[in-house]
């Protein structure tokens, strides 16, 4: 079968080359039984330009007006955080490519903070969601495609004998420590230095401390990430060091009559990417279980990525709860609080509130089915091909970062990776140790990538992320690039 996808008119067609540059309103892309894990309408017809000399004179000017009018520019902090002078501004992406306001091609690590497990446009996606827009896009009731989706969630999570459906990764980690909290019936929440959960004020603690003031490595400082989150909810919230089983024992030990959950990132990926220490999950598993404290997965970058049962499946540990969104709509905003039955079923009108307009809109939910069936799809090879991508870029990397002067530690869990630049560092498994990574050198070898067509995030504590689209060629010609890139800032002596 073969379903030809037009933006403006969905019409059936035969094969026809994509013009990888139109205009999305232009873009018509083929869609057919896939053969291989990557569509031929989303592989490029050229090569990635191999040197830009002039960036992106359109994306100062967008940048410019939108400075006038949205605070400091972007609808979200870490869009514009580091971005210097100004950030990128992409104007449309197909698979792993992307290209910005000047018409500027880079393969993109960022893919959107990782919620583009299909890369950008995907065929898939697009039909999934062409065809829902023409049925209703938000019912205000109950679906059967809500049903279809909570079903093949709960058929590749391991904890998921129940789902419940969200928009943001922020709501589903507010959801799920709600529901701890009613089911234990304590009010407290422990979580990790250096672990994100979204943006709502009870886990906006020790995001991102400064080592100057981040206090004892076994003890660290509790400290809020911005101004505005009441002094109160501090009080709520006690923190731990990651990847050390006895600090947290003691944690647990002294205050487990006030600790409704435990929550993390089972594999750190929000101040590079670290990943536990080994058996440190079980270990987990088992304090929490012993002490009486739920535990809380927040599976939102490593779920329907690592493996299709995201880290619970690759470390085999099951948690209480788990919070998933990002890969889970390909690019759709739609979230999942998903877990055991006992806790699951408190939720519902009398027990747990749990709510939200666009919870389950049936946009987002095409657009998971999309995601989740093309990713299960070939048995699963999707999440083989990821993680095989990310050793070969992490083994690449780690290669040509072995010269003086641009010493690094990549860290890679499966598709996700991390570059810590540092003479001294020779592993990165704390949290603390993250922070000795320099930045500004980072900064500087991410902006030789870009000339050369390369899209990270300019933070080097920001993961680059692998995505079922990016093909071997792809990991060649970043290599390639980032080894013309320490070459060219070595010989201005740029260490
Ligand atoms: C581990 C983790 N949890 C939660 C969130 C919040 O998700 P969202 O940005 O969809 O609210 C993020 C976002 O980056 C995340 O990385």
New binding site residues.
């Given amino acids: 079968m073969s379903t030809t996808v037009d933006m403006k008119d969905v019409k059936s067609d035969e094969k026809k080359p994509v013009d990888v540059m139109a205009k999305p309103d232009q873009l018509t892309v083929t869609l057919s039984a896939p053969q291989s894990l990557i569509p031929d309408s989303i592989q490029p017809a050229e090569p990635p330009a191999v040197e830009l000399t002039v960036l992106s004179n359109r994306s100062k000017q967008i940048f410019e007006e939108a400075l006038k009018i949205i605070p400091s520019g972007a609808s979200s902090n870490m869009r514009v955080h580091l971005h210097e002078p100004y950030p990128v501004i992409f104007d449309h992406g197909r698979g792993s490519k992307v290209w910005d306001a000047d018409g500027n091609e880079y393969i993109d690590y960022l893919m959107a903070?990782?919620a583009l497990i299909l890369g950008h446009a995907h065929p898939n996606i697009i039909a999934g969601i062409t065809e829902q827009i023409k049925k209703g896009t938000l019912f205000g009731t109950t679906t059967e495609l809500e049903v279809e989706v909570a079903k093949l969630v709960c058929s590749c999570v391991p904890c998921a004998e129940m789902v419940s459906f969200a928009n943001?990764?922020?709501?589903?980690?507010m959801e799920a420590i709600r529901i701890a909290r009613a089911v234990t019936g304590k009010d407290k929440l422990l979580k990790f230095e250096g672990?994100?959960?979204?943006?709502h004020d009870y886990v906006l603690y020790s995001v991102d401390s400064p080592s100057a003031v981040a206090g004892l490595e076994s003890a660290p400082a509790k400290l809020a990430y911005f101004p505005g989150i009441p002094d109160a909810v501090s009080q709520t919230v006690l923190i731990a060091p990651w990847n050390n089983v006895s600090a947290l024992e003691r944690t647990l030990k002294k205050r487990n009559n006030e600790i409704a959950a435990v929550i993390c990132?089972p594999v750190m990926?929000?101040q590079g990417v670290i990943a536990p220490a080994p058996d440190y999950l079980k270990q987990l598993r088992e304090l929490t279980t012993k002490y009486d404290v739920l535990l809380i997965f927040?599976e939102?970058?490593t779920g329907f990525r690592l493996a299709k049962g995201g880290a619970q499946e690759l470390y085999g540990v099951i948690p209480d709860l788990a919070?998933y969104?990002?890969a889970l709509g390909g690019g759709a905003?739609i979230?999942a609080v998903a877990g055991k039955r006992e806790y699951m079923s408190q939720i519902g009108p009398g027990k747990i509130g749990y709510g939200g307009t666009y919870n389950a809109n049936a946009i987002s939910l095409a657009a998971a089915k999309a995601t989740l069936e093309t990713l299960l799809a070939h048995n699963g090879d999707s999440f083989k091909h990821m993680a095989e991508m990310g050793t070969k870029l992490r083994d690449g990397l780690k290669e040509v970062f072995n010269v003086p002067g641009y010493r690094a530690v990549v860290n890679a869990v499966g598709p996700v990776l991390s570059i810590a630049f540092s003479s001294r560092l020779k592993e990165v498994v704390t949290y603390r140790q993250s922070l000795l990574a320099d930045q500004d050198k980072f900064e500087r070898f991410r902006a030789e990538m870009l000339r050369r067509g390369i899209y990270s995030h300019p933070d080097g504590a920001e993961r680059w992320t692998l995505t079922m689209v990016h093909t071997e060629k792809d990991i060649e010609n970043t290599i390639t690039a980032a080894r013309e890139s320490i070459k060219a800032l070595r010989s201005r002596k740029e260490t």
């Avoid at 943001?168 to 980690?173: K, L, P």
């Avoid at 672990?195 to 943006?199: D, L, P, Q």
Wanted: proline share 4%.
């Fill in positions: 903070y990782g943001t990764g922020t709501e589903a980690t672990h994100y959960h979204g943006h990132e990926t929000n927040d939102v970058v919070c969104a990002k905003p979230a």
